[in-house]
């Protein structure tokens, strides 16, 4: 199962959280497996029933000054229980001075205890979606991704088939690379796919007769990005006279990730056809569907309404 050691929250700088350890440096290979977060409300109360151990814990200024208020011995007993719960870590926003007994203990138990300046409705916002994105499922598959008028298009097919070879020319025509061959693929929320590219072959194609190119040397930065939605998948196949091909657009097949299920289009492949005006088409296509805009039905539509004017004999 894939975690974040809080030795990484600690280290982080592109998410802005601005934290360091006060007490617990001991514990900081401890791992983050849950992307939902908890802020302790009742449980700083001593419910902790509702404590979930295995989510960051976060205290804010209530928190804190609910354990100030407290008589000694009953702090000490609030705080013992928490430490007894193989928390992962706590983290005190707004810069709050934490009670003396709570390092003590957090660095006696080897539970990071961290501390940020923000507010805690900001610290939570960055958190949460530093742990949605680092925690998110994760998968490959093998293909060319790329950005088509703003489609996330995702091309596979056989090796050989033509996949790099048409993308070179898409791109050729001002469409951008976001990975060839290996698309990693990560699941961000419920419903959207993302696909980014290993570091090691970031904005490099293989083209086959020519060898591995970089594309952004050789058609500048705006020919390639890092990231993008997956909106449409796209199937290359080998036409052969007995396999039967989508004539009018009336099935509506789907290819599924990690659950999530996306439009998929199946395009053969044969000599003489331009499969990248295909591809582009397929692209164009899509977003008119977005729009509400189904070509086949409105054609049954029409076709519909001709046959009801026809007079009858």
């Not at 690379?177 to 293989?206: F, N, Q, R, W, Y």
Request: aromatic share 4%; with cysteine.
């Amino acid at each position: 199962m894939k975690g974040i050691a809080v030795q990484e929250l600690a280290d982080d700088t592109l998410y802005g959280l601005g934290l360091e350890v006060i007490s617990g440096s001991r514990g900081l290979s401890r791992k983050v497996y849950n992307q939902r977060i908890q802020k302790l409300g009742l449980v700083i109360t001593g419910n902790m029933v509702y404590l979930h151990p295995h989510r960051v814990q976060i205290l804010g200024n209530i928190e804190i000054s609910y354990l100030r208020s407290l008589a000694d011995t009953q702090r000490k007993r609030i705080i013992k229980e928490l430490c007894k719960n193989d928390v992962v870590c706590f983290i005190v926003t707004r810069n709050l001075k934490v009670p003396e007994y709570f390092l003590t203990k957090t660095e006696e138990e080897k539970i990071p205890l961290l501390r940020t300046k923000l507010a805690t409705s900001l610290f939570i916002e960055r958190i949460t979606k530093l742990l949605e994105e680092r925690l998110a499922p994760t998968t490959t598959v093998h293909g060319v991704l790329l950005d088509i008028l703003g489609v996330g298009a995702l091309i596979m097919g056989r090796p050989g088939i033509g996949k790099s070879e048409n993308a070179l020319e898409l791109i050729m025509r001002g469409h951008r690379l976001v990975v060839d061959d290996v698309v990693c693929v990560k699941k961000v929320g419920a419903l959207s796919l993302h696909g980014e590219s290993p570091e090691m072959i970031k904005s490099l194609l293989e083209i086959r007769g020519i060898g591995i190119v970089d594309i952004e040397k050789l058609f500048g930065v705006s020919a390639v990005r890092d990231e993008k939605k997956i909106d449409l998948a796209i199937e290359l196949f080998d036409w052969k006279d007995s396999t039967e091909c989508e004539r009018i657009g009336l099935k509506e097949e789907r290819y599924s990730i990690l659950g999530i299920e996306l439009p998929l289009v199946k395009i053969p492949v044969s000599s003489g056809k331009n499969v990248s005006a295909i591809i582009e088409l397929a692209c164009r296509n899509h977003i008119l569907r977005t729009h509400g805009v189904n070509t086949v039905a409105d054609l049954e539509e029409r076709m519909q309404r001709s046959m009801e004017d026809r007079p009858t004999p």
